[in-house]
Structures are given as C-alpha cells and as structure tokens.
C-alpha cells in the first residue's frame, strides 16, 4: 500500500489547514493509520493516530484539544484536522501506516512523502 500526503501549504498563525492521506489499496481493519511530523534539525514526532477498525484515536499532548484525526474507510484516506495552528507546528508532516495503536515512529512501517505545513507568525 502506497500513502500520498496531501493538503499542506503556508498559512498564518490561528488558521486551520486539513491534510490528507489516501492509500493506494484497501487498508485493513487491523491497520492504524498515523501522523507525524518532522522539523528541521528535530527528530520524527507523534501527532495522532487511529484504529481503522474502531476509530480509536489517541493523541500527542502538545497537539490534544487543536487537531483531530479522521478517516473515511470508503475512500481509504485519512485525515488530520489541524486548527488554531502555531508557528511551532511548521514541519513536514508524514502519514504512516502500522499494526499497533501507538506513538512510535518504529511501530509504522509504511510512509507516505510528507506535505509541508508553514505556520507564520
């Protein structure tokens, strides 16, 4: 299954940017679908993640209450709703697919590209 990120761009510090990740085949009932996010010089971090069989969703504390994480079982694709944005959250931002309901990068096994969010202050 190939992922393709999409939806990132430049916005200003309080808009909300929705990005997207669409796989290429069915993803399974068993699979956890994540976003992470990586600026420069810093390493991969957690954003969010879901259960694509039960929608369980858990959440990194610096991003709980501002983003939300969604899926869309018909079209394969996922979604990360990101609101109030801040500067801080200007990174690269990956989806990935994986087995377990987790915030570690090594428990995903397949990547997408990336798509660029740039926060202005």
């Known amino acids: 299954v190939q992922l393709q990120a999409s939806g990132g761009g430049t916005v200003q510090a309080g808009d909300s940017l929705r990005l997207s990740c669409a796989a290429s085949?069915?993803?399974?009932?068993?699979?956890?679908m994540g976003w992470f996010r990586q600026a420069p010089g810093k390493e991969r971090e957690f954003v969010a993640a879901?259960?694509?069989?039960?929608?369980?969703?858990i959440y990194a504390e610096s991003v709980k209450g501002r983003v939300t994480i969604s899926k869309d079982n018909a079209k394969n694709t996922v979604y990360l709703q990101m609101n109030s944005l801040k500067p801080e959250d200007t990174a690269v931002y990956f989806c990935a697919r994986g087995s377990n309901l987790d915030s570690l990068p090594s428990e995903y096994r397949n990547w997408g590209q990336g798509t660029q969010v740039t926060v202005s202050s």
């Open positions: 085949g069915r993803i399974y009932s068993s699979a956890v």
């Open positions: 879901i259960r694509w069989s039960s929608g369980r969703t």
